[in-house]
């Protein structure tokens, strides 16, 4: 039987459970929920899979030790243990990220520095190749006098999928589109409309889904640059996320994403292109207040991100569109029961905007602020 081990998967807070369910879906372990992340274990193929796979965790970390001891040389202890020769080398650049709250060992500078001084003593050739060097987090997380010590397994955020290269103000993080997409409960077979799409992240995040195409396959993974790194097991999995896709496009798109800006339409065009899920998308310039409920025997899902003075720096009219936004749902999908309307709201003063009754709501922490997934009742 192949060895498990303990890893940590990072979530914008409030994502917790929808990074759960993913993670059993992908036949995690020991799967427990925690503020801003999910701990579970598995094999080293697990973790690649979800690297690949996942569409709402943030980074997967691999967890190496757990100390208790609150001082320096404690720390430096367990840092000793560790069998860092199976991870760095020569090409590594170690970065050493710390948070401490609630602990007496509580100088994050102070800590980074220490460990930094004792890997480059017991490995005294890490980041000294003339090549190209690639940056290895490690993370120390020290809270109520309780540490861990985690490698970063992913390198750049999960959420930086590669795709869109073009974008307009303030466009919605990957992760936090895949899980809206998620939480709405949309099916590849439904209908999906997303007016007001800006750089198009809401629209192609869906159209990955149901090409059921793995987010992360264009990843450069931190864990691919290991000493111990196994390429044909790496492989083996890309070969099975290369077998779920459908690569027959559908007869009619079914997602439709559309703006009044041109300029966005083309850049949402653009990134969906190098999405490579054009044949899954209709888009087209067209004035939210002109929207339709298309003709869908399947009913559908509306998705909406409307501007916001936090997100795009405007305050003339918005509380004003946020109006005529909740009138245009109540009187084209809300009285179907067919359709169900989720929108991402910053404040209790926009949903009031809206006059819309909330059937349930989902905080969730992004950027520095506090955003919240609104499902708007029926008003059947």
């Not at 001084?117 to 997380?141: C, D, Y």
């Not at 864990?223 to 111990?228: E, I």
């Not at 966005?264 to 998308?281: L, P």
Request: proline share 3%; hydrophobic share 40%; glycine share 6%.
């Amino acid at each position: 039987m192949a060895k498990h081990t303990l890893f940590y998967a990072v979530v914008l807070p409030g994502l917790e459970q929808l990074a759960a369910a993913e993670l059993e879906a992908l036949s995690a372990h020991d799967i427990e929920i925690e503020h801003g992340g999910v701990s579970f274990s598995g094999t080293t193929q697990l973790m690649y899979r979800v690297n690949l796979r996942s569409r709402v965790i943030t980074r997967v970390l691999m967890r190496l030790r757990s100390f208790r001891n609150m001082t320096l040389e404690g720390l430096g202890f367990e840092i000793d243990k560790i069998a860092w020769h199976l991870f760095l080398n020569e090409s590594s650049k170690v970065n050493v990220s710390v948070s401490t709250k609630h602990s007496r060992l509580n100088h994050s500078e102070d800590i980074a520095d220490y460990v930094s001084l004792i890997l480059k003593k017991a490995m005294p050739k890490i980041g000294t190749s003339n090549s190209a060097l690639f940056e290895q987090s490690i993370h120390i997380r020290i809270e109520n006098n309780r540490g861990t010590i985690s490698l970063d397994t992913s390198g750049e955020r999960l959420d930086r999928r590669g795709y869109r290269l073009e974008s307009g103000k303030a466009p919605m993080r990957e992760t936090l589109a895949a899980a809206m997409i998620s939480w709405s409960g949309w099916q590849p077979e439904q209908t999906l409309l997303v007016p007001m799409c800006g750089s198009g992240t809401l629209a192609i995040e869906a159209g990955l889904v149901a090409k059921q195409q793995a987010p992360n396959l264009n990843h450069d993974f931190a864990c691919l640059h290991w000493h111990n790194f196994k390429a044909k097991d790496f492989e083996k999995v890309v070969e099975r996320c290369m077998g779920m896709l459908k690569n027959e496009a559908p007869k009619t798109a079914n997602i439709f994403a559309s703006d009044i800006n041109a300029g966005g339409v083309s850049i949402t065009q653009n990134n969906a292109q190098r999405a490579d899920v054009t044949a899954w998308m209709d888009t087209t310039v067209l004035d939210v207040h002109n929207l339709v409920k298309p003709d869908s025997p399947t009913g559908g899902v509306v998705l909406l991100n409307p501007p916001y003075a936090q997100r795009i720096g405007e305050t003339a009219s918005t509380v004003s569109l946020w109006s005529d936004l909740g009138q245009i749902m109540r009187q084209q999908f809300l009285s179907d029961p067919a359709w169900k309307v989720v929108v991402i709201c910053p404040e209790q003063s926009f949903e009031k905007a809206m006059a819309c009754k909330v059937s349930r709501r989902l905080k969730v922490t992004h950027g520095g602020e506090s955003v919240y997934l609104l499902e708007l009742a029926s008003i059947n």
